[in-house]
Structure formats: structure tokens, C-alpha cells
């Protein structure tokens, strides 16, 4: 195959990433918990209740685009 079929084309300049973007990571630090004495300040009950909410988005979010993904498929069949 001839790879200049194949050749990857971006429709906006950040898409993919660029060899001459400067990209730093950035370090964020949560001090609204309290410190243990390993130093670490990470709260299970917090992460925990993130991770449930974050779930619970995923499905509505997941249910919402299969219920348009339906009525899209209903229309075009229909």
C-alpha cells in the first residue's frame, strides 16, 4: 500500500498534537483534606463518592446518546 493514501489530515491545529507544541504537564494538589502520617492526603470516602457520580453521568450521558442514536436509526429505516 502506498502510504500517501494514508496520511493523517487535522481540522484544527490542536488536534493530534504537534511535534513544535511546548506542552508542560501541570501538578494539581488538593489541601482541603487533612494530611496523614504516611504525607499522603488522598480521602477513600471522597474518591469513592467522585467515582459514583462519574458513573452515574457515564450512564445518563451513555442512555441519552443511545436513545437520539434510536430515534436516528428509527427515522432512516422508517
Request: proline letters at 4%; hydrophobic letters at 30%.
Given at each position: 500500500?502506498?502510504?500517501?493514501?494514508?496520511?493523517l489530515?487535522?481540522?484544527?491545529?490542536?488536534?493530534?498534537?504537534?511535534?513544535?507544541?511546548?506542552l508542560?504537564?501541570?501538578?494539581?494538589?488538593?489541601?482541603?483534606?487533612?494530611?496523614?502520617?504516611?504525607?499522603?492526603?488522598?480521602?477513600?470516602?471522597?474518591?469513592?463518592?467522585?467515582?459514583?457520580?462519574?458513573?452515574?453521568?457515564?450512564?445518563?450521558?451513555?442512555?441519552?446518546?443511545?436513545?437520539r442514536?434510536?430515534?436516528?436509526?428509527?427515522?432512516?429505516?422508517?
Amino acid at each position: 500500500m502506498d502510504k500517501k493514501q494514508f496520511k493523517l489530515i487535522t481540522t484544527h491545529p490542536k488536534h493530534l498534537g504537534r511535534p513544535d507544541q511546548n506542552l508542560e504537564p501541570r501538578i494539581t494538589s488538593n489541601n482541603q483534606t487533612s494530611l496523614k502520617e504516611n504525607g499522603n492526603n488522598v480521602d477513600l470516602d471522597i474518591e469513592m463518592v467522585d467515582q459514583a457520580t462519574n458513573g452515574l453521568y457515564y450512564q445518563a450521558l451513555t442512555a441519552q446518546m443511545n436513545g437520539r442514536l434510536k430515534m436516528l436509526n428509527y427515522v432512516t429505516t422508517h
